[in-house]
């Protein structure tokens, strides 16, 4: 058996290590896969899905003056990670036209701005929240980091006193089958910035006869296969869950 020495013990390590290196690396340049929500005005869902996130030059835009005059971005390109929030939601606008254009200033030192996605721009008391599986953030997207996986949310929302809070964010729980004509239970939840769930009592959902009660339940009856929202005046409406009908489901 031959023998390991210490030279050949290094040059082991080293070439693990080289390989190490070269896997992360192929893995950043892949970039990862997270869910991403957009909600615009009036409750607009402008995306719902996953999408492929790698790091991604953005213009930041002399019009971004949703905090006031004077404040717009420079016009110079600034570089986003693909790992952060912020990340996502340019990689999602590559493909997702309801996303661009993507209105960013630069003007602050505390980060970057968001004032517009698409044609929703923020405007006095609302501005662009962002959630990451169902938690608001202290951090600005541009360095909010993400993994895998993750559900994020970039809702544009409004802010009133006297307590200045953001809505609620909906969460829909439905089975992921049910028999035609035959009505099934779902449930409604409210998530707020701390990421507390709460039943949401009043939420109209898809297919449902009466609103939820107060324990956030409703009962749903379906023909065919379909997907299924929740709402309620004020608050994030929630993401879409599909429900199958006889092995079919909803496209």
């Known amino acids: 058996m031959p023998r390991i020495t210490p030279f050949r013990l290094a040059a082991v390590c ?44 953005v213009k930041t835009s002399p019009k971004a003056t949703c905090f006031g005059s004077g404040t717009g971005g420079s016009g110079d390109s ?6 952060t929030a ?15 254009p993507l209105s960013i200033s630069d003007h602050f030192d505390f980060g970057l701005a968001l004032c517009g996605i698409g044609s929703s721009v923020a405007k006095g008391s609302s501005s662009w ?37 953001y809505p609620s964010e909906l969460v829909l729980s439905a089975p992921e089958t049910a028999t035609a004509g035959s009505s099934f239970t779902v449930r409604v939840w409210a998530y707020d910035e701390k990421g507390k769930r709460t039943p949401q009592a009043g939420a109209k ?18 023909t065919k296969p379909a997907k299924l929202a929740a709402k309620a005046t004020g608050e994030i ?15």
């Not at 009133?160 to 809070?165: F, H, I, L, Q, T």
Request: hydrophobic content about 45%.
């Open 14 to 57: 080293a070439l693990a290590l080289s390989l190490t290196f070269a896997l992360a690396a192929v893995a950043s340049a892949k970039g990862l896969m997270a869910d991403l929500r957009v909600v615009g005005s009036g409750g607009k869902v402008l995306a719902e899905k996953k999408v492929p996130s790698a790091n991604v030059s």
């Open 78 to 83: 600034v570089e986003l990670k693909g790992n």
């Open 86 to 100: 912020m990340g996502l939601l340019a990689s999602g606008a590559k493909t997702i036209p309801a996303l661009r």
């Open 129 to 165: 929240y962002l959630k990451i599986n169902h938690k608001s953030l202290s951090v600005g997207g541009e360095v909010a980091k993400i993994k895998a996986g993750d559900e994020v949310l970039w809702a544009l929302a409004k802010t009133e006193a006297p307590d200045y809070k």
């Open 205 to 222: 959902v898809t297919g449902a006869a009466e609103p939820t009660g107060a324990d956030g339940r409703t009962t749903v009856t379906l």
């Open 237 to 251: 409406p929630s993401a879409k869950v599909a429900v199958c009908i006889g092995g079919k489901c909803p496209k």
